[in-house]
């Protein structure tokens, strides 16, 4: 909705189409983080390409707007990290205190909509 807002504010046409539904099957704990971070990791490079074009097309308000995307992602790619290697040492005889101190998290809304 940000980028959609931004759109807005400088009188872009904007024309929103379908998204796919993400696969949701997975084989283990372990492998949904790690399909996890390969989307973040998908949606990190979507998120560099736009930069590049807003440089390339000199719309340093749009360039200006995608750096908060751009921290972003580094955030989400390094929490998951941080999830694959808390799993991994946790293992599966600790999955059930892991899963209890994943549920017990506070979400924190991170929205450049704020």
């Given at each position: ?68 995307y ?26 059930y ?12 809304r ?5």
């Open positions: 909705m940000g980028l959609y807002n931004h759109l807005i504010e400088r009188d872009a046409p904007v024309k929103l189409l379908a998204i796919a539904a993400p696969d949701f099957s997975f084989v283990s704990p372990a492998d949904l983080l790690a399909k996890s971070l390969a989307h973040e990791q998908h949606i990190t490079k979507c998120i560099h390409e736009l930069y590049a074009m807003a440089e390339a097309e000199k719309d340093y308000a749009l360039r200006a707007r995608l750096e908060w751009v921290e972003e992602q580094v955030e989400e790619e390094a929490s998951l990290k941080l999830l694959i290697d808390r799993l991994a040492m946790a293992g599966e005889a600790g999955l205190h892991f899963d209890k101190e994943l549920a017990e998290r506070v979400y924190e991170a929205s450049i909509l704020k």
